[in-house]
Structure formats: C-alpha cells, structure tokens
C-alpha cells in the first residue's frame, strides 16, 4: 500500500502546483509585467515560463517539507505546459477568432435579417475596415520577424520562408485546410466546405 500512497502523495503534489501555477499565471497576466509586448502570445509566453519558475522557486524554498529536484522539475514543466496549452487554446483563440468576431456580430444584429452575403459585408466592414486586422497581422509579422518592408513593400524573409516551410509541412501531417499555406488553390466564394477558424 505505500507505493500507492506515495503515487497519490505525488500526483496530488503535481495537480497543486499545476492550479497554483495557474493562479499564479492568471495574476501576471492582469499585472503591468511585459506590457510592452504588444503581441499576446509572446508576452503570454514568457508569463508562462516566469510562472513555472516561481512554482519551482516555491516548492524549492518551502520549508515545511523538503521536495525533491524530479518533483519540483516534473511540477515546473506540467505548470508550463498547461499554462501554454490554457494561452493558445482560449486567450490567443478569443483574440484572433474570426469564428468568435461572427458571433459577436450575429449577437449585436438580432433585429437584422442576416445571411452569409450580409455577414461577409460585416466582416470586411469591421473585421477588415473598421479594426484594422491586416495592419496589426503586418505589425505583429514585423515584430516576430517573417516580414519586412523594402522600398515601402511588404517582403517575406528568410524566416518568413522557413515558417511557411513548416506550416506546410505541418499541414500535410495534421491535415488543415491546405488553402491557408498556399498548397491549394483559393477556393471560389461560394464554397463554404472550409473549416471555421
């Protein structure tokens, strides 16, 4: 029975670092730490690996009882690791959904007839227009280096290559839609068979 009880003592150690890790994460990401990160998936990064550490810093200095280096290591990489996955699947997703902006729309158009002609008018209007998203994705491409400007044109760089790389190999494997890396041609805009990003 004490092994099981150890294995117990164990995952209970890891699942509370993980939720403290969390807590941890959810309080700096509301504090002014990186604030000049305009773009929210790097800064929510580096909040993720500072998260992890203080985990590590705590069970480390606790002196209520002594953690070993594999449990501390193992409660610092399970605490980033969620954190990361928390970041991409919910914040980074709210943040740059077009699925989620259609919907706040639908929501703020009930009394309005709408259909796909009037809701792709909405997209261009706002999303396009009024929001500005092609100027902030060029910006963030800037920043993350995989575009630069020559001669007040828009060019990819060498990373910029190496990232589309990636992406298309990475979408041979996982199977997304091919269109978004340039394996497929565009498809005409009355096929609505693509899937909802």
């Not at 009024?130 to 060029?138: A, E, K, L």
């Not at 020559?150 to 790389?165: C, E, K, M, S, Y």
Request: hydrophobic share 50%.
């Amino acid at each position: 029975m004490r092994p099981i009880k150890q294995l117990f003592s164990l995952l209970l150690t890891l699942a509370l670092a993980v939720a403290a890790g969390f807590l941890v994460y959810v309080g700096l990401t509301r504090s002014p730490l990186f604030a000049g990160i305009s773009i929210l998936f790097y800064r929510g990064l580096l909040l993720c690996a500072l998260s992890a550490m203080l985990v590590m810093a705590a069970m480390a200095l606790w002196r209520r009882r002594r953690f070993d280096l594999a449990t501390i290591i193992a409660a610092g990489a399970l605490t980033l690791s969620f954190n990361i996955c928390f970041l991409i699947v919910l914040p980074v997703t709210l943040d740059r959904s077009i699925s989620v902006f259609m919907l706040t729309q639908i929501e703020q158009h009930q009394t309005e007839a709408l259909d796909e002609r009037r809701i792709t008018e909405i997209f261009v209007q706002k999303y396009v227009g009024d929001m500005r998203q092609m100027d902030r994705r060029i910006a963030e491409q800037t920043a993350s280096g995989n575009v630069t400007m020559v001669d007040g044109n828009i060019r990819l760089t060498a990373q910029g290559h190496r990232f589309l790389a990636l992406s298309r190999t990475l979408a041979r494997l996982f199977g997304t839609d091919p269109r978004f890396v340039g394996l497929a041609p565009a498809a005409p805009a009355s096929d609505a068979s693509a899937p909802a990003h």
